[in-house]
Structures are given as structure tokens and as C-alpha cells.
């Protein structure tokens, strides 16, 4: 089941999530910075069992599955790592639609439908 943040919670949330985004937007910028060399690493250690270069980037892909986890057990969704888009489940009018933010936002500000995405965003006018 899902949990339903009320804008005031989801807002106290951000107090706990958001240097946890900045972490994994400063891991996936790193990540696609060093794409292709990763990419011909993970090739060659997939058909010789191994590769140092590969062993050094283990601690940020461990970090960034601890940090998705524990954003993904409050109920957050992480949708985007390169702007720090994360959804907050909601009940509006009945239905479940998301609160949006996006990192660098101060507060929670805009919701959207489930099917809408990013781009159907709309001020919250509901309080």
C-alpha cells in the first residue's frame, strides 16, 4: 500500500531527501561523465571475471542503491537523476495523483497526474 503524503509532510520530507538527491545526481552525473570507459570496462569483465577499474566504481553504484532504497521505503519515487525529479503519492479529490519536486525547488509546490508526468504539472491549489 501506498503512503500518502499530505504537501505540509512531503515538505518535511524534503528536509531528509533532499541531500540524499543531491548524492545520487552528483553519482549519475559521474556515472555518465565516465560512460563510455565503464561500458568497455563492464564488457571486459563480463568475459574475464574481473577488472580493477571496474572495482573502483563498485562504492558509488553500492551508495546509489542504498540511497534509492531508502528514498524508494518512505514511499518517494525517484524519477529523474539528472534534474532531481521525485514523486510523493497523494489522494486529491479521491484519487491518488503525485506531488512533484524537483531538486533546487525550495518547497513542494506543483502535482500532477499519475499518467501526466513532468509536463502536466500544476500548481497546488487545494490547502
Request: charged share 30%; aromatic share 12%.
Amino acid at each position: 500500500m501506498a503512503k500518502y503524503y499530505s504537501p505540509e509532510e512531503a515538505n518535511e520530507a524534503l528536509v531528509v531527501v533532499r541531500p540524499m538527491m543531491a548524492e545520487l545526481m552528483r553519482i549519475g552525473e559521474k556515472t555518465r561523465a565516465h560512460q563510455p570507459e565503464i561500458w568497455s570496462v563492464v564488457q571486459k569483465a563480463a568475459g574475464n571475471g574481473g577488472n580493477p577499474e571496474l572495482s573502483k566504481l563498485l562504492p558509488d553504484f553500492d551508495r546509489l542503491d542504498i540511497l534509492m532504497h531508502r528514498i524508494q521505503d518512505m514511499g518517494i519515487e525517484v524519477k529523474d537523476l539528472t534534474i532531481g525529479l521525485m514523486d510523493f503519492f497523494t489522494l486529491y479529490d479521491g484519487r491518488e495523483v503525485y506531488l512533484c519536486w524537483k531538486y533546487g525547488e525550495a518547497s513542494i509546490q506543483f502535482w500532477h497526474e499519475i499518467e501526466a508526468g513532468f509536463q502536466g504539472r500544476r500548481l497546488i491549489d487545494w490547502e
